[in-house]
């Protein structure tokens, strides 16, 4: 079993370019449904298995990692710069904003801009660059609106893979009051739960990230082009798990906003102005770390508590939003 853990880790290091990439943002080709009997493989099932024990001792492992005084003192600096991540996410959002427009979409690199978006957008962006309580909450509304009307346009199901929106409209309008401590965890739960939610796609429409890997000669290192694909997806699925429940929280925010440069080198600016934002929240997690509140893990103060927890949830979320995604996409 060490072998294999320590063989999952090689392969979470060196396949790193189509792990993060939204595979709708970059090929046209036409999504073809794999059956659910293919999806759920014996591969596919000792994967989940063995990540699932992978992840079970992550609990110790951040409970040792914590000890370190050089971890310590780290945590303390970054938390000094905690007064900035409001005026980072207001800037940060405005001007993600900005690069879109100019790249002729809105909020997504495949969602193209309209007459009507795009007026929404410059207010949107223009009362976010306001140093201004008022403005700045019509500014997240500007934002919301934005959001609501390509849900209707595209779908709900789609626009899950941006579900971060929502949350950073509603930290934005949480700030400057006594509750704008809730906005870190509303940023990680929509952070997470757009990285789980994409990694279905590659898991449902596995020749879309295939056709990615032959337009831009993605290197699979030996390994076959489908199975490349799905451990592409648990990379994926596994960073946005982590965030849901809370661990390792700077150190992977780090990890993924280090992922989506590496990314850009492949696929260029289009990636660059689709996760700008990402990087944005990234940062903002980088500063904050945990939060003020008890993740979800935390719950759970028994190390052995905390290992069923984390590998539980981990089995029932994988299966349940691969089964939504399935029959709704």
Request: charged share 10%.
């Amino acid at each position: 079993m060490r072998h294999i853990i320590i063989s999952l880790l090689i392969v979470y290091i060196v396949i790193p370019f189509p792990a993060t990439a939204h595979v709708k943002w970059f090929t046209s080709e036409g999504p073809i449904k794999a059956p659910l009997e293919e999806i759920l493989s014996p591969l596919f099932i000792a994967l989940s298995l063995i990540i699932a024990v992978f992840l079970g001792t992550l609990p110790q492992l951040s409970a040792k990692l914590m000890s370190f005084s050089l971890v310590k003192i780290t945590d303390q600096r970054l938390a000094s710069l905690r007064p900035f991540t409001s005026i980072l996410l207001r800037l940060g959002v405005a001007f993600s904003l900005m690069l879109q427009l100019l790249s002729g979409s809105i909020l997504a690199p495949e969602i193209p801009l309209t007459q009507m978006t795009l007026w929404i957008a410059i207010l949107t962006i223009s009362l976010l660059l306001i140093p201004n309580k008022m403005t700045t909450n019509l500014g997240a509304i500007g934002l919301f609106i934005l959001f609501v009307f390509e849900t209707q346009t595209v779908g709900i199901f789609h626009m899950m893979d941006y579900s971060f929106y929502p949350a950073i409209v509603f930290a934005l309008l949480i700030q400057e009051t006594r509750y704008h401590h809730v906005g870190t965890p509303i940023l990680y739960f929509g952070t997470g739960l757009s990285l789980c939610w994409a990694a279905m796609e590659k898991w449902v429409f596995p020749e879309l990230g295939i056709n990615i890997i032959e337009q831009f000669n993605i290197p699979t290192f030996g390994i076959e082009a489908f199975i490349f694909i799905v451990l592409s997806a648990f990379i994926e699925f596994v960073l946005g798990y982590l965030l849901l429940i809370g661990i390792f929280n700077r150190l992977l925010a780090l990890f993924i906003t280090v992922l989506f440069f590496m990314t850009t080198t492949a696929f260029g600016s289009t990636e660059m102005i689709g996760h700008f934002i990402l990087h944005i929240i990234l940062i903002i997690f980088i500063i904050e770390g945990k939060g003020f509140y008890p993740t979800p893990i935390e719950i759970h103060r028994c190390l052995r508590h905390q290992t069923v927890f984390i590998v539980s949830n981990f089995l029932f979320i994988n299966l349940a939003l691969l089964l939504l995604y399935y029959r709704f996409t």
